[in-house]
């Protein structure tokens, strides 16, 4: 490494093929291709909004691992976290284009490249080099050694003083059942200083109902700062310090693709935080990425510039 980084992340990207017309995958002739994954979408937003930020995972030696790695490039992602291997594919995915609700995703993933992400190919001092590690409960999720690998990244980060944030992102079908994707993510989440789950994930993972009682939870276990993302009507956040609030929601003119909210959410609230901006204005910030997230077509599409960021803050003020 020759510079520092503001962040690191770790997952699987993937290439995407998203339908350039609407109906059943199977009926489609046409597919634009594009770059997706959660960690990437962070990744990728950070980086757009001027903070240096390193991408690991590994890859296979393909058509699909080079697309993928010259995408991260173009975004100004270091790649030097990343490595490659010829025994396993890199995975892929195909994404329905829909007029109203939630688009229909079919993943190619299973024993992927990334999958086989272990602690022989994690790197202290690439780690160590980033202010702050932002991680997934997806790759966890993905095989016992990127499981592993995520709880070792999370101790390794805080024990260097560094701060963790963590976005559950749900993915019940990457689990073996539920009883152990809750206690997993539970665990993980006591690793971690952010915590930055949906209404609807929070009630799974505690059984509580309201903002309030899953803040409690997690602050109990050592959290530091916990944001819970309430939609449309924006999120809610309590930290250990006893500060909470409300944090209304932006305007949206018309939602047009709900993949990446979250991701963008995660964007705003982790670069504000890193500016040592005031809690509510983080939410804010995240509420407002969010917001131009749905109101693209893409998974990143939507991560905003800092121009364009202050532009849609100030109109929406």
């Not at 980086?47 to 010259?70: A, N």
């Not at 688009?103 to 999958?115: D, F, L, Q, T």
Request: charged share 20%; glycine share 12%; proline share 4%.
């Amino acid at each position: 490494m020759s510079k520092s980084l503001d962040v690191v992340t770790f997952g699987e990207p993937m290439a995407m093929f998203y339908a350039n017309e609407v109906g059943p995958l199977h009926e489609i002739s046409s597919f634009s291709r594009a770059l997706a994954g959660a960690e990437s979408n962070v990744a990728t937003g950070l980086s757009r909004l001027e903070h240096p930020t390193g991408y690991v995972t590994k890859l296979g030696e393909d058509s699909f691992g080079q697309f993928i790695v010259d995408t991260l490039h173009r975004e100004g992602i270091d790649t030097a976290g990343i490595s490659y291997t010829k025994q396993f594919s890199t995975g892929m995915l195909l994404k329905s284009k829909v007029t109203e609700g939630d688009p229909k995703v079919e993943y190619y993933r299973k024993n992927s490249a990334a999958s086989k992400l272990s602690l022989s190919d994690f790197d202290g001092d690439y780690f160590a080099s980033a202010g702050h590690l932002h991680v997934t409960s997806i790759s966890a999720a993905l095989s016992p050694s990127c499981l592993e690998f995520s709880k070792h990244a999370m101790e390794f980060m805080k024990g260097q003083g560094k701060t963790v944030s963590l976005d559950p992102n749900l993915r019940p079908t990457l689990w073996p059942d539920t009883e152990t994707m809750v206690s997993t993510i539970n665990d993980l989440a006591g690793r971690c200083d952010w915590f930055l789950p949906g209404l609807g994930e929070g009630r799974k993972l505690t059984g509580l109902d309201t903002p309030e009682e899953i803040a409690g939870f997690y602050l109990q276990r050592g959290v530091s700062l916990v944001v819970i993302k309430l939609g449309p009507e924006g999120a809610y956040y309590k930290a250990a310090s006893g500060e909470e609030g409300y944090v209304d929601g932006f305007k949206v003119k018309e939602v047009v693709d709900t993949v990446g909210a979250g991701d963008g959410f995660a964007v705003g609230v982790i670069s504000a935080l890193l500016e040592q901006l005031p809690a509510a204005e983080a939410v804010r910030r995240g509420n407002a990425i969010g917001a131009l997230a749905v109101m693209s077509p893409g998974d990143m599409d939507g991560l905003p510039t800092r121009a364009a960021l202050e532009a849609f803050m100030n109109a929406g003020a």
